[in-house]
């Protein structure tokens, strides 16, 4: 009788925990999504503002050229083709503002294309 | 009136001989040198804030491909340049003593700014803080010459 009451209490335990870790899991899987429009020579919105520790998915469009987007000191690098759209998800880890740049040489004002991150705790 | 117009096709036939590319002489170029590096190009102190690693060197590497190969060369050194021995002043080949002699800093006011009135253009907007940077890496660390071929744009 004690071991079988043990068995059936271990049980919902067990139950009890992988439904509150699949509700936490669910709660993280959902990610903030921000659309980004690349075009020559600028992203709109220029600025985002993020919250540390929350996902994000940037959603980047090319409405003209082949575009990219490159923070180096947060490891990003993604390459948007011509008239397309690709998304780019991470979770930053860390305070700051950092500034993305067009990673696609796509002309005279390439090197003034920015996306600027405020991530706040 | 007569006189007018032998003094304008003086003036006009002397303009047009100084505009020759003729190669500057050696007190030329060593007065200029001296000046570009002592005195006309700035920024000496300023450091790189990118390590050399094979990454920011491939990252150099691309950026300089954009359009610097087109005076410069894949590799720097002027490989494949049809109008290399043609201009004046010459190109300089970026692995010479001359170009080496700059800190970072002064590459990097160079790749900004350009160098008037030698023909090579600033980059500043067109490339960013950060390709310019990659760029001086790569300077710093050129592939021997001849070893990375002819620009694609000299090869049809």
């Given at each position: 009788m004690k071991t079988k009451f043990m068995l059936l209490a271990l049980f919902v335990g067990i139950a009890t925990a992988s439904v509150f870790?699949?509700?936490?899991?669910?709660?993280q899987a959902a990610p903030r999504r921000i659309e980004v429009t690349a075009k020559r020579f600028a992203f709109e919105p220029g600025e985002i503002t993020v919250k540390k520790g929350q996902p994000v998915v940037l959603v980047l469009k090319s409405t003209d050229v082949a575009h990219?987007?490159?923070f180096r000191e947060l490891n990003l690098d993604v390459k948007i083709p011509k008239g397309d759209t690709v998304e780019l998800p991470f979770t930053p880890d860390k305070t700051g503002d950092f500034v993305g740049h067009c990673?696609?040489?796509c002309g005279s004002g390439h090197g003034a294309m920015t996306l600027t991150l405020h991530v706040m705790d | 009136m007569r006189l007018l117009i032998v003094l304008v096709t003086a003036i006009a036939s002397v303009g047009l001989a100084?505009?020759?590319a003729d190669p500057p002489g050696k007190l030329e170029t060593k007065t200029v040198t001296f000046a570009k590096h002592h005195i006309f190009i700035r920024n000496k102190n300023q450091k790189n804030p990118l390590l050399y690693s094979s990454e920011t060197w491939a990252d150099g590497k691309q950026a300089f491909s954009h359009y610097c190969v087109a005076c410069h060369g894949i590799d720097g050194q002027n490989t494949g340049v049809p109008f290399v021995d043609h201009i004046s002043p010459p190109i300089p080949s970026l692995a010479s003593d001359d170009v080496q002699r700059y800190t970072d800093g002064q590459l990097k006011w160079i790749l900004d700014n350009g160098i008037r009135p030698s023909g090579m253009p600033g980059?500043?907007?067109?490339l960013s803080d950060d390709e310019l940077w990659s760029i001086v890496v790569f300077l710093r660390h050129l592939p021997p010459a001849g070893s990375q071929g002819v620009p694609e744009i000299y090869t049809h």
């Amino acid at each position: 009788m004690k071991t079988k009451f043990m068995l059936l209490a271990l049980f919902v335990g067990i139950a009890t925990a992988s439904v509150f870790s699949t509700r936490v899991v669910q709660a993280q899987a959902a990610p903030r999504r921000i659309e980004v429009t690349a075009k020559r020579f600028a992203f709109e919105p220029g600025e985002i503002t993020v919250k540390k520790g929350q996902p994000v998915v940037l959603v980047l469009k090319s409405t003209d050229v082949a575009h990219g987007l490159r923070f180096r000191e947060l490891n990003l690098d993604v390459k948007i083709p011509k008239g397309d759209t690709v998304e780019l998800p991470f979770t930053p880890d860390k305070t700051g503002d950092f500034v993305g740049h067009c990673s696609v040489f796509c002309g005279s004002g390439h090197g003034a294309m920015t996306l600027t991150l405020h991530v706040m705790d | 009136m007569r006189l007018l117009i032998v003094l304008v096709t003086a003036i006009a036939s002397v303009g047009l001989a100084g505009c020759k590319a003729d190669p500057p002489g050696k007190l030329e170029t060593k007065t200029v040198t001296f000046a570009k590096h002592h005195i006309f190009i700035r920024n000496k102190n300023q450091k790189n804030p990118l390590l050399y690693s094979s990454e920011t060197w491939a990252d150099g590497k691309q950026a300089f491909s954009h359009y610097c190969v087109a005076c410069h060369g894949i590799d720097g050194q002027n490989t494949g340049v049809p109008f290399v021995d043609h201009i004046s002043p010459p190109i300089p080949s970026l692995a010479s003593d001359d170009v080496q002699r700059y800190t970072d800093g002064q590459l990097k006011w160079i790749l900004d700014n350009g160098i008037r009135p030698s023909g090579m253009p600033g980059s500043k907007g067109t490339l960013s803080d950060d390709e310019l940077w990659s760029i001086v890496v790569f300077l710093r660390h050129l592939p021997p010459a001849g070893s990375q071929g002819v620009p694609e744009i000299y090869t049809h």
